[in-house]
């Protein structure tokens, strides 16, 4: 009866909060002595979540795209301490994230705006 759009948003905005803790917690670590940063990997925690499949012949098939991606991404360091925690990265991925999920979460309250204007009008 519903298109999975509202459990895809919600599971972008699961992501979103967790990809926020990951970078604030880089962030607070930007001193700390031999921290490697994190990263939360989307196209892998969308796959677990809504287990996306192909269902026409004409559907393109999915690519690997964790290569590149994840805590393993970026381990070498410029510095003496060898943490690779660069602050001013991590702050425009931080004002990414909370765009992304402001943009997500408007798209979350129209959709759920759209069915309550559809079920006052039975």
């Known amino acids: 009866m519903f298109s999975r759009t509202i459990e895809f948003l919600a599971t972008s905005l699961d992501w979103a909060a967790q990809r926020q803790k990951i970078l604030t917690h880089n962030i607070a670590n930007v001193d700390t002595p031999g921290y490697k940063r994190m990263e939360l990997d989307f196209p892998q925690v969308l796959a677990e979540k809504l287990a996306l499949t192909t269902t026409h ?61 559809a079920i006052e009008r039975r």
């Open 57 to 117: 012949p004409m559907h393109l098939p999915g690519t690997d795209r964790s290569a590149g991606y994840g805590a393993g991404r970026g381990r070498w360091s410029a510095r003496v301490d060898r943490n690779d925690v660069d602050l001013d990265v991590e702050s425009v991925r931080l004002a990414q994230n909370t765009l992304y999920y402001q943009g997500v979460a408007q798209r979350l309250t129209g959709k759920f705006q759209t069915l309550r204007k």
